[in-house]
């Protein structure tokens, strides 16, 4: 990006989901090139020759009567382009042995070390849902397991489970972005025996799984839960975020209707994660 005008937008969300994955996915029909999820929106990036001032005109999220997105745009010369991302990316560490970090980040002494060039993919760590879904990913075994990431963004959840001998892993995600940045960090992070899809779970088919990984928003589990169960081995994990503490029942309802029982739960500033057990 040297050398190059960017404009920066910031939006501030409310309520966070699923407007935030809706507004992500409009945006990514413009020409906007990075996003950097922040815990009440997020910042977006275009490049300045690729601007024009109704841009936005036509993005629908943003004229949603339910739902509040303000925001505002500035400038950002070639010269505070570095300064800007790495005030916004900042590295995240779970627990004392995981890292999720930029490359210009210093290496930090942790068992898994993850970098992460997030370009339009969500899955830098720092939203509430991948922390938690990184926690469980830490606390679980999972050498030889088969294991599949759902919406797998940026990658990040799927590499840490390569990380710890999971084997095979694969990775899903509908947004051509999403795929190729998942596929760029992938090998950024020498994980190269993850294989990554473009597409939803109807690209799933006889393949059993020991654990199924899925940070997506609450609507969309609820369509798919019925699918992943069909897919997990027996006694296989579910682990699922991207919701508030208050959808824990009605995830809970249609996963019990599938014979998937709530092993745990975790929360963090009303985000949750929960991790459910096939019979």
Known sequence: MSGKIYIEYSFKIQPLQPACDILLAELGELPFESFIEEVDGMLAYILQEDWYPEILDLVRILHEPEITISFSFRELQPE?????????????????????????????????????????SFGTGHHETTQLMLAYLLKYEFEGKAVLDMGCGTGVLAILAAMKDAQPVHAIDNDPWCYLNALENVDRNGQNHIQVFEGDAGLLTGQKYDCILANINRNSLLTDIPKYALHLSKKGWLMVSGFYTEDIPVISGICMEHQLYLTEQTTMNNWAAVVYSLK
Do not use: L, Y
């Open 80 to 120: 505070n382009w570095n300064a800007s991302w790495e005030q916004h990316f900042k590295p995240i560490f779970v627990g004392d042995t995981c890292a999720v970090r930029a490359p210009f980040h210093e290496i930090p002494d942790v068992d898994f070390d993850i970098v992460i060039v997030p370009k339009m």
